[in-house]
């Protein structure tokens, strides 16, 4: 059993929440949660504002983690590494965006916390794919926002091939403008 908090009904609190996840699936991982950000997309799937909640609904979509166990086809990540994952959790990887590597226009794209449960939980699974490795060095407990805020704005950096001597505006310094401030200025801008 997975233990969680899940919101039982839209604009309710967080409550503890038990669930059975049912067996891993070959390429999917379990995470062992050590942190979990808190986003805005968070507090709108528990208020059901997008008309796309399901509940009992277990947010979180900025985990950081140990891969606690893998499915028997799992090769891109090992037990016990430490990842990152964010909005997406899962994509067919056999379509054309999946094959070219914009696996976030899969047409089977599935969402951590729609139809699913997420992050705040000791543990949350996911296809290997979607399970970003963290490299050593970054602090664990403050990483979770780059896998949704974080790449929300660095996303952009790389499909606009902007250069180091672009000139590059961020309307709005806040939980995204501050990250995307910080990747431009590593980025020579
Ligand atoms: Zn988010
Ligand atoms: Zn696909």
Redesign the pocket.
């Known amino acids: 059993m997975i233990q969680a908090y899940a919101a039982r009904s839209a604009g309710e609190k967080l409550e503890p929440f038990d669930y059975d996840p049912g067996a891993l699936k070959d390429e999917e991982i379990e995470i062992d949660v050590e942190y979990c950000?808190i986003?805005?997309?968070?507090l709108s799937m528990l208020k059901n504002d997008w008309g796309i909640s399901q509940y009992p609904l277990v947010p979180g979509?900025?985990v950081v983690g140990t891969v606690a166990a893998v499915g028997d086809r799992v090769s891109m990540v090992k037990l016990g590494q430490r990842v990152g994952l964010?909005?997406n959790s899962h994509s067919c990887m056999h379509c054309e965006w999946c094959m070219s590597g914009d696996h976030n226009l899969c047409v089977t794209l599935e969402a951590t916390i729609v139809g699913r449960h997420g992050g705040f939980a000791n543990k949350v699974r996911a296809h290997q794919e979607w399970a970003v490795p963290l490299p050593e060095g970054i602090d664990p407990a403050k990483a979770g926002p780059l896998f949704?805020?974080g790449i929300?704005v660095f996303n952009p950096i790389v499909q606009f091939d902007v250069q180091p001597t672009s000139r590059v505006g961020v309307i709005g310094i806040g939980g995204l403008g501050h990250m995307a401030l910080r990747f431009l200025n590593a980025w020579g801008l």
Do not use: N
């Open positions: 950000g986003c805005h997309s968070d979509h900025e964010g909005w949704c805020g929300t």
